[in-house]
């Protein structure tokens, strides 16, 4: 998906239809934890308010998204 999908992957709807919040949880994060979110797009899941309280500090997150277009400032 290019930086044309952006406006879908950041719709108010998403968290309800795709229960963000249930995904955020499986993962299990713990404080201190290294994570890497590859194909980030927009970095929908990695950005405040979103991003789990395991990635503030002391833990480390990175997004990264091969089209740097498509990524929110």
């Not at 995904?23 to 299990?28: E, G, K, N, T, V």
């Not at 405040?48 to 503030?56: G, I, V």
Request: aromatic residues 6%.
């Amino acid at each position: 998906m290019g930086w044309q999908g952006a406006a879908w992957l950041e719709r108010e709807e998403r968290e309800r239809e795709e229960r963000t919040d249930l995904l955020l949880a499986a993962l299990q994060l713990e404080p201190g934890m290294v994570v890497a979110d590859i194909g980030a797009g927009t970095g929908y899941l990695y950005r405040k308010p979103r991003r789990p309280r395991a990635l503030q500090p002391p833990g480390t997150g990175c997004s990264i998204s091969r089209a740097t277009s498509s990524q929110a400032k």
